[in-house]
């Protein structure tokens, strides 16, 4: 007998997005505050790119392995609610931990324990919406989080500003010790984190695997019945060749190793995190050779050859999509890293971190990322009104390049007060960004790998960052001068480049 994955009412969609609320205000004092801790600890400006690197990379190894781990989970809690429980436990120790850190290298470590827990908690909340919806209400679904993304962004990021001014907490502190009104800021949110994360895993039950199958092969029957492209459907594995992998492999491999020896040549002229990105070049071609040593012997049809088989595997709106992403979360990345060194620098003018002016222009960005993420909150409601006046392509242009304005006039807004109106088109374009991007890739995924290729989609949100954490500093430093506030305008031009290539995405 056939079945239709059911409808969700509101508040059934509300409590299973409520998790976001906590997981966001996680993100939100990361990004926020992070920078801040960094130079409070004796981090140059010019080395925060690199610091910042355990987002980006913790992002790329734990999202996609989650992902596949929670494809093949199933017990008494569920499928993805095992990870929720787990990331939420986790990043809420390291929210209580980070702040207090007494030195520079335990900080940068605690960033990579955290932000890989926050990963475990997140990447199955994306898979969750495809699991438990259907296709027509996921944009809904996906709007609601970033309803919740928008007002735990706004809460945590203002928080230590809120501290400060409302309830008297200190905003300064002796050198080398982050003030009381940040780590405050850290209590409250590992508590919001757990609590919100804990009532999504209380109020909501998933559907085993052989319900989803169900569902999946209804609504290819009832698509390919009405002549829908893009249905539906159980997708069986394909495996990429040994020799494609090996020879791939290989020329990955000779690239990263050539730039590698070519920015230790020209050190001196270069900039030393460029070997970021030679790195990574030469470990994706270092792991296509373990996949095709893997496939050649007994051990073909491992966890980590399924993942690497997808990968090369993505459906075509994957691939266009990543682009966009790609050319969208590089210019977040630069935002996070030096919106904090851009504005007490260019707008507050001062680099002293325990002068009172660094640390009001440190609050002031804090309350620049609660406004992004009020004005998400807002757009998070008006996106799927201009989505049925136009499309999910078109309004996804719209909103990118309102982000791309809006952190190109940093540069040119030289009043701090008024970077409170430049926030709109960052709010709307993260609103965009969280939501859009995952509508369109849900729409387009076998239901049997949604969290693999959830996982996947990752790889294009922590590409972009860690090309960031390899070329801003060299930008900065070398290109314009140690001035962070052109990371900013870089960011600004990158958005629009990513607001285009929305043009090229095919909508199911």
Known sequence: MSRTKPELNFFQIFNMCFGFLGIQMGFALQNANVSRIFETLGADYNNLAILWIAAPITGLVVQPIIGHMSDNTWNSMGRHRPYFLYGAIAASLALFIMPNSPYLWMAAGML??????????MEPFRAFVGDMLPKHQRATGFSMQSFFIGIGGTIASAMPWILANWLDVSNTAEAGVVPDSVKYSFYFGAVAFFLAVGWTIYSTKEYSPEELDAFAKTEKEQEDAAGIENAVQIAQHKSRSVEAYVKGGMIWLGIGLVSMLVIQIFKEALDKQLFILG????????????????????HAGNGFNSMMDDLFNMPDTMKQLAWVQFFSWFPLFAM?????????????NATETTSQAYNNGANWVGVLFGAQFAYAAIAAVIIPIIVKATNLRVTHLINLMLGAIGLASFMFVKDPDMLIVSMVGIGFAWASILSIPYTLLANSLPQNKMGIYMGIFNFFITLPQLVAASIL??????IFDGEPIYALLVGGASMMVGALLTLRVREA
Do not use: E
């Not at 955290?114 to 475990?120: E, L, P, R």
């Not at 500093?473 to 070398?478: A, S």
């Open 112 to 121: 990579w324990i955290m932000d890989a827990a926050i990963n475990v908690s």
């Open 473 to 478: 500093g060299f930008l900065v430093t070398k």
């Open 336 to 348: 996070w890293i030096y919106t904090t060194p851009a504005v007490t620098s260019f707008h507050f």
């Open 279 to 298: 790195g990574v070049i030469t470990a994706f071609g270092i792991l296509q050779i373990i996949a095709g040593v893997l496939a050649k012997g007994k």
